[in-house]
């Protein structure tokens, strides 16, 4: 009986568990419907803004997607992609932005860092590549993001939580996932691209809880930004 209580507590121990993942990334090295990323963060009232940032490194041509936040009402509550090398995808509830990168913000040859962030007293969308800003552009003003949705990265979710396109699946390496519920201010997105330590985290890539299925993995980032505190 004690055993069996001792067993039970050291899972219950482990699946609450957060993980530091600095200087590791999880790894998509082929095209799939199946491999994909959940990162499970407590969202639980509407959101009015906030501010997502990530890491990544692909030499994919086609589309593929970045960050797909699903709710039980929209696969594209909240869904950011790459439509090619240039251009990138916004989509908030029904609607969508797309932004082109100027030719200089996509020489990096080791990956990119880019940050969305969106708020609903205006409907600015802030689009930031390599901490350098796209011209701002407006999106649903008076919108909300419905809570408890379903976070993945490595697929775009056209159900909530899976209908997968391998069409649409990463393969590389993302790291360095952050989502904060509020807009960033300029100075703040490029300590962001340097993982400086923010507050108000509702993603954390230093105490993170997620889970993996299929063929993906955590390995050490090929490329990541020191953290500063």
């Given at each position: 009986?004690?055993?069996?209580?001792?067993?039970?507590?050291?899972?219950?121990?482990?699946?609450?568990?957060?993980?530091d993942l600095e200087r590791k990334a999880f790894v998509f090295p082929v095209a799939s419907d199946t491999a994909h990323v959940v990162l499970k963060a407590k969202i639980r009232h509407p959101l009015t803004s906030f501010t997502v940032c990530l890491r990544f490194y692909t030499d994919l041509t086609r589309g593929y997607s970045l960050f797909s936040y699903a709710s039980r009402n929209h696969d594209n509550e909240l869904y950011l992609l790459a439509l090619n090398p240039k251009q990138y995808k916004f989509h908030l509830g029904d609607e969508a932005l797309i932004f082109s990168v100027p030719e200089a913000l996509n020489t990096n040859p080791v990956g990119k860092h880019v940050c969305v962030s969106w708020e609903s007293s205006t409907g600015l969308v802030e689009l930031w590549v390599n901490g350098q800003p796209l011209v701002r552009k407006s999106l649903l003003k008076g919108h909300s993001v419905r809570p408890e949705g379903s976070i993945v990265l490595g697929q775009d979710q056209d159900s909530f939580g899976g209908s997968f396109d391998i069409n649409e699946s990463f393969v590389g390496e993302i790291t360095d996932v952050y989502m904060w519920d509020r807009v960033l201010y300029p100075d703040e997105v490029v300590l962001a691209?340097?993982?400086?330590?923010?507050?108000?985290y509702l993603i954390n890539w230093i105490s993170l809880d997620y889970s993996i299925t299929g063929d993906a993995l955590v390995k050490p980032a090929l490329l990541s930004a020191h953290r500063t505190e």
């Amino acid at each position: 009986m004690l055993l069996s209580l001792f067993l039970l507590a050291s899972g219950l121990l482990g699946s609450l568990a957060l993980e530091d993942l600095e200087r590791k990334a999880f790894v998509f090295p082929v095209a799939s419907d199946t491999a994909h990323v959940v990162l499970k963060a407590k969202i639980r009232h509407p959101l009015t803004s906030f501010t997502v940032c990530l890491r990544f490194y692909t030499d994919l041509t086609r589309g593929y997607s970045l960050f797909s936040y699903a709710s039980r009402n929209h696969d594209n509550e909240l869904y950011l992609l790459a439509l090619n090398p240039k251009q990138y995808k916004f989509h908030l509830g029904d609607e969508a932005l797309i932004f082109s990168v100027p030719e200089a913000l996509n020489t990096n040859p080791v990956g990119k860092h880019v940050c969305v962030s969106w708020e609903s007293s205006t409907g600015l969308v802030e689009l930031w590549v390599n901490g350098q800003p796209l011209v701002r552009k407006s999106l649903l003003k008076g919108h909300s993001v419905r809570p408890e949705g379903s976070i993945v990265l490595g697929q775009d979710q056209d159900s909530f939580g899976g209908s997968f396109d391998i069409n649409e699946s990463f393969v590389g390496e993302i790291t360095d996932v952050y989502m904060w519920d509020r807009v960033l201010y300029p100075d703040e997105v490029v300590l962001a691209s340097y993982n400086h330590a923010l507050p108000d985290y509702l993603i954390n890539w230093i105490s993170l809880d997620y889970s993996i299925t299929g063929d993906a993995l955590v390995k050490p980032a090929l490329l990541s930004a020191h953290r500063t505190e």
